[in-house]
C-alpha cells in the first residue's frame, strides 16, 4: 500500500506507476491539465459527446482509464478520444493523413487479390 501524494488516498502499489508518487489517477489528471489545459469535466464532456465510445472504431471506454486525448501534433488541438490501438496506430503511421492513405492503398491492393 502508499499514500499518493495527490489524492491522499492510501492505495495498493498496483495503483501506481513505477517510481512515482502520484496514482494513475492523479497522473493522468495532471497530465490533462498541464499537457492539454482540460479539466476532468471538460474531458468528461467529450466523452459523453463521443457515448463513451472511441471517436475511430467505436470501441466501448471508460472515460479515465482507456480513452487517450488524441490532439494535433502540430496545432494542439483536441480533435477526441481514441481507444489505445487507434490512438497508437495513427501516432506510429506519422499522424498525417499520407501515412493513413498509404495503408489504406497497401490493404486494398492485397484486398483485391483474394
Known sequence: MKRCSGCKRILPKSRFSKNQAYCVDCAREYQWRIKFGLTPEDVYKIYLQQNGKCAICGKEGK????????????????????????????????????????????????????
Do not use: P, W
Not at 494535433?72 to 493513413?100: A, F, H, P, Q, V
Open 63 to 114: 472515460q479515465n482509464q482507456n480513452l487517450a486525448i488524441d490532439h494535433d501534433k502540430k496545432t494542439g488541438s483536441i480533435r477526441g478520444l481514441l481507444c489505445s490501438k487507434c490512438n497508437t496506430g495513427i501516432g506510429l503511421l506519422g499522424d498525417n493523413l499520407e501515412g493513413l492513405m498509404e495503408a489504406v492503398r497497401y490493404l486494398r491492393k492485397f484486398e483485391e487479390e483474394i
